[in-house]
């Protein structure tokens, strides 16, 4: 009797299992607020941007040069090395720091970027299709200051081949700011923010 | 007499193992005739066309679908689509990153079928291969940090299997480039003074190793190396700008499959490197100036994948040993000897070496870097057969220090 029956609770068993398993998959979508802390592994992600972002411009805007005086001075950025085991796109932190620089009214910044847009369009003004009287000055552009340059760095640390189920890593993110005055080439101010983080994975799997 | 009747159901088991065989048999042969296919294209000097019958990565079963970015990455590299080859190598990188959890149902499943089953990895020394075409590719699209990320990738693969990846010189000579590139002259001269130590002949690195600890200060080391150079190398040292080539020759090993067949059906099956014949010739390069003073780092890739194939040749044979063993467990199950005659055949037939192979790569990869002095240079890399191959004209001024190249000599 039990022998007889044995299939078919079989059958209910892996069907319900099935059934499970089909559910768990269904595609699903979320809004997350940019403001949350999500890390799917030790790689860097978004809210480390933010992380490194939100440190580092609350340290240069209020030590001096820029938090001791009122007069917004120039800057121009030189861009972030990536000097990392990963491919990030490090122009997207400068942009987040330039952002919060200038929101918060303590230095302006030359629109480095943009100087062959704005060489070209001078031209263009001074070609004879505009007016005279609405056409910009020449020479009248800013000279900077102060250059902002940075470094990311990172350093990989993996736990060694031994008889286990999981693999464990380390990582260690590191990102360096400088202000370097221009006209003295003094360094005269610079900060750093680092992560460190474990994350592990399994090494067996279905 | 012995009943040669079927149980049903040693009748079914049999049919599935056949039809496992059959299938087994028939979906390699898919997937392999398009790679097959593009790579003769690849040969006959048709990388474009290479690229196009290669497909998308869906076309290929998830076992073999590093072979497809592996493949292409190295096609696309060779029609000069850098960009695209890079798409493709990260895909590959991403892949071995994703393959690292060990599926118990394939490794299982493969323990009585064939290796052929389970998700190609790659070999250790193509691992680090991948990362090689990823440097070249970037230092070729003029995006020399990210080309410093790959060197230190590479370097993860180099200190994870350092037996199997040593002897790739031509790797090691380009991450140190990476990191002169982007002006980490310390990592730079680590890694070129290591390198020196580990070749058979340093002087291709020397001049670097000698620059490098004069720049950084290490007296004693510069003098060191300066014993070792010859006075007109280190004249050269000065020279305002380089060109930096990669130079292919040749053809890559391919894998071929070996037997060893005991009684009764006992099958051991595995792999070997076969070379293609392929023969080194130290590439020339002149200018309109005359033949230049060029030093060459080289890997004969042939020997680099033997020895990675070595490395994990144990670990081969302990899954061999366990696949006979299981095999023979099993047929030795059936009492039936006309059952256990069909499941021997099946087990024997699906008994296929892993031949699956990264095979568009080139038999010497050299890394050659030649000093430029200002002005415009119209340069010629010249091969085994004396055929020029001539390179777009370089104009050195003050704004650019490197310019690179990527060449392939011969044997397509």
Not at chain 1, 165 to 193: A, C, F, H, P, Q
Not at chain 2, 100 to 113: A, D, H
Not at chain 2, 275 to 297: D, H, K, Q
Request: aromatic share 10%; proline share 5%.
């Amino acid at each position: 009797m039990t022998k007889k029956c044995l299939p078919l609770y079989a059958f209910i068993f892996f069907s319900l299992a099935g059934i499970s398993l089909l559910a768990g998959c269904r595609a699903t979508t979320r809004d997350i607020s940019p403001d949350e802390t999500i890390h799917y592994d030790e790689d860097y992600d978004f809210s480390d941007k933010r992380a490194i972002v939100n440190d580092l411009v609350e340290s240069l805007t209020t030590r001096p040069p820029l938090g001791a005086n009122d007069r917004r001075p120039i800057l121009i950025d030189y861009g972030i090395a990536n000097r990392t085991t990963e491919h990030i796109g490090t122009d997207g932190i400068m942009d987040d720091i330039r952002t919060a620089v200038i929101h918060s009214g303590r230095a302006r910044f030359v629109n480095k970027q943009q100087r062959d847009s704005i060489q070209q369009e001078t031209q263009y003004q001074y070609g004879g299709s505009v007016s005279p009287q609405t056409r910009i000055t020449m020479a009248r552009q800013v000279g900077a200051e102060y250059m902002i340059t940075g470094t990311l760095r990172s350093i990989e640390k993996k736990q060694p081949d031994q008889v286990r189920l999981k693999k464990r890593t380390l990582k260690y993110y590191s990102l360096t700011l400088e202000l370097t005055s221009i006209e003295s080439g003094l360094i005269e101010w610079t900060d750093n923010v680092e992560i460190v983080r474990e994350a592990s994975k399994p090494i067996i799997g279905w | 007499m012995r009943n040669l009747r079927l149980s049903s159901e040693s009748g079914r088991i049999i049919i599935w193992l056949l039809v496992s065989a059959c299938f087994g048999i028939l979906v390699t042969g898919c997937t392999s005739a398009k790679l097959t296919r593009a790579r003769d294209q690849f040969y006959a000097g048709k990388p474009a066309e290479a690229a196009g019958t290669l497909g998308a990565p869906e076309d290929y079963a998830r076992r073999d679908r590093l072979l497809y970015f592996m493949e292409k990455g190295v096609i696309l590299h060779e029609a000069g689509a850098y960009a695209e080859s890079v798409q493709a190598l990260l895909d590959a990188a991403e892949f071995i990153v994703q393959e690292e959890i060990l599926s118990v149902s394939r490794e299982g499943t493969s323990l009585v079928t064939s290796e052929r089953i389970t998700v190609y990895r790659g070999e250790y020394a193509e691992r680090l291969f991948i990362h090689s075409y990823l440097m070249m590719n970037y230092l070729l699209l003029d995006q020399p940090d990210d080309a410093y990320v790959e060197a230190r990738r590479a370097l993860q693969v180099l200190a994870e299997y350092p037996d199997a990846c040593s002897g790739d010189y031509f790797t090691r000579g380009l991450i140190a480039h990476c990191f002169e590139a982007v002006g980490e002259i310390n990592g730079a001269y680590i890694e070129y003074r290591k390198l020196a130590g580990d070749m058979p002949d340093p002087a291709p690195v020397l001049p670097k190793v000698y620059q490098l600890a004069r720049q950084l200060g290490f007296d004693d080391d510069a003098a060191r190396y300066a014993d070792m150079l010859p006075e007109a190398e280190r004249q050269v040292l000065s020279s305002p700008a380089e060109a930096v080539m990669f130079i292919s020759q040749g053809k890559g090993p391919v894998k071929e499959p070996r037997n060893i067949v005991l009684p009764p059906s006992i099958r051991f099956s595995f792999v070997q490197y076969r070379e293609r014949g392929s023969r080194y010739f130290p590439p020339g390069v002149e200018s309109t100036r005359g033949r230049l003073r060029a030093s060459g780092v080289t890997t004969d890739v042939a020997a680099v994948l033997k020895t990675s194939l070595n490395v994990r040749a144990a670990r081969i044979m302990v899954k061999e040993t366990s696949r006979a063993t299981a095999k023979e467990v099993i047929s030795n199950q059936f009492e039936d000897p006309m059952a256990e005659a069909l499941v021997r055949i099946a087990f024997f037939l699906m008994e296929e070496p892993d031949t699956r192979g990264w095979e568009t790569l080139p038999g010497y990869l050299t890394l050659t870097r030649v000093p430029l002095d200002r002005g415009v240079h119209a340069l010629t890399v010249t091969d085994a057969y004396g055929t020029a191959i001539s390179l777009s004209p370089v104009g050195v001024s003050h704004k650019r220090k490197y310019f690179y190249f990527s060449v392939r000599l011969g044997d397509r």
